[in-house]
T-cell receptor, first 116, second 114 residues
C-alpha cells in the first residue's frame, strides 16, 4: 500500500500555544489529504479536506482560524492548532489517497495532542 | 447524506471461533465500502474494500466481507479468530462512486479471548 507518515506521534503543549502536526505522503503525491479528529472511544470526525495549492475545505462546525491547514506541496499537509486549549486535546489523524494506484485511503499513525 | 452504522459497540469471541462484525450503509449511487482496523494509539490500517464485482471480498489477515445490496450491509468476517485480532474495527463508505470523502461508522471493538 501507499505510505502516509504523521509527525509527531504525541505532543504536550501549554494552553495558549500553537502546535503543528505534519502529514506526509512518502511514496506518492497527494493533491488531497484529509484531517480527522478522534475522541476517546468514538469514531473519526472529518475536520477538513486539504487541497494542494488552494484553501482547505472545512466541515461544518470546525473553526477555520483555530485549525489552520496548509498544503503547500504534493507530499505535505500541515495542521496547526492555534491557541490550544485543554478541550483541543484529542487524537488527530490524517489520510491521503494515491489516486494513481489505489482506491482506498491510507492513514498516518495519528498524533496524540494533550494541552495542559 | 450518507451514513454508516455499526450496531455493536463490542463483539466478544473465543479464539478459533468465527467472527462477524456488522456494518450497514446508506449512500447515494454506487457505494465504495471499506473496512479498517485500529490498534491503540495508532492510525487506521486498511483491511479490504468493495468497489464492484464479486460480493465476497477477501482482504488482509484472513478477513473477508460480504456485500449485500438488498440489505445494504457489508459485514466483516473471519473463519477463525485470533487473540491478535483484538482491536477497533471501522466500516467506512464513500458515496456516489467515489472514495474521496469517507463516512465512518462508530467502530466496533473486537475482543478475542483464549
Amino acid at each position: 500500500g501507499a505510505v502516509v507518515s504523521q509527525h509527531p506521534s504525541w505532543v504536550i503543549c501549554k494552553s495558549g500555544t500553537s502546535v503543528k502536526i505534519e502529514c506526509r505522503s512518502l511514496d506518492f503525491q497527494a493533491t488531497t489529504m484529509f484531517w480527522y479528529r478522534q475522541f476517546p472511544k468514538q469514531s473519526l470526525m472529518l475536520m477538513a479536506t486539504s487541497n494542494e495549492g488552494s484553501k482547505a475545505t472545512y466541515e461544518q462546525g470546525v473553526e477555520k482560524d483555530k485549525f489552520l491547514i496548509n498544503h503547500a506541496s504534493l507530499t505535505l499537509s500541515t495542521l496547526t492548532v492555534t491557541s490550544a486549549h485543554p478541550e483541543d486535546s484529542s487524537f488527530y489523524i490524517c489520510s491521503a489517497r494515491d489516486q494513481g494506484r489505489f482506491t482506498e485511503a491510507f492513514f498516518g499513525q495519528g498524533t496524540r495532542l494533550t494541552v495542559v | 447524506a450518507q451514513s454508516v452504522a455499526q450496531p455493536e459497540d463490542q463483539v466478544n469471541v473465543a479464539e478459533g471461533n468465527p467472527l462477524t462484525v456488522k456494518c450497514t450503509y446508506s449512500v447515494s449511487g454506487n457505494p465504495y465500502l471499506f473496512w479498517y482496523v485500529q490498534y491503540p494509539n495508532r492510525g487506521l490500517q486498511f483491511l479490504l474494500k468493495y468497489i464492484t464485482g464479486d460480493n465476497l471480498v477477501k482482504g488482509s489477515y484472513g478477513f473477508e466481507a460480504e456485500f449485500n445490496k438488498s440489505q445494504t450491509s457489508f459485514h466483516l468476517k473471519k473463519p477463525s479468530a485470533l487473540v491478535s485480532d483484538s482491536a477497533l474495527y471501522f466500516c467506512a463508505a464513500g458515496g456516489g462512486g467515489t472514495a474521496s470523502k469517507l463516512t465512518f461508522g462508530t467502530g466496533t471493538r473486537l475482543q478475542v479471548t483464549l
